[in-house]
């Protein structure tokens, strides 16, 4: 059983914050680029933040640099993404993916179909 799965979603207000943690089961992240994708009712897929394989490059959506940090422990074979000031606008289901053929820019822009992917928490930013 291969399987990315994500865990920390929830109701917050705004202005608060969250981490989503992603674990996988059955395969070594620490070979793959992990991405954080979300995607609202109605709207496109959007690529949140992405890392590379050992940490050492990341990338971030316009809209959350600053607020939101992407981490990883391969050890614990898990990739956490710390969101802080959640704004309304982030309300949606977060999916974490895994493509071990890729680089951060090319995930987070959606240039290809990744090799795994969660089936996502949600997270509701309302007062």
């Known amino acids: 059983q291969l399987q990315l799965v994500e865990s920390g979603g929830g109701l917050v207000q705004p202005g608060g914050s969250l981490r989503l943690s992603c674990a996988a089961s059955g395969f070594t992240l620490g070979y793959y680029v992990i991405g954080w994708f979300r995607q609202a009712p109605g709207k496109e897929r959007e690529g949140v933040s992405c890392?590379?394989?050992?940490?050492?490059?990341?990338n971030y959506l316009d809209s959350v640099k600053g607020r939101f940090t992407i981490s990883r422990d391969n050890a614990k074979n898990t990739v956490y993404l710390q969101m802080n000031s959640l704004e309304p606008e982030d309300t949606a289901v977060y999916y974490c993916a895994a493509d071990r053929l890729t680089t951060v820019q090319a995930m987070c822009l959606q240039r290809r179909g990744v090799d795994y992917w969660g089936k996502g928490t949600l997270v509701t930013v309302s007062s």
């Open positions: 890392i590379s394989s050992n940490g050492r490059s990341t």
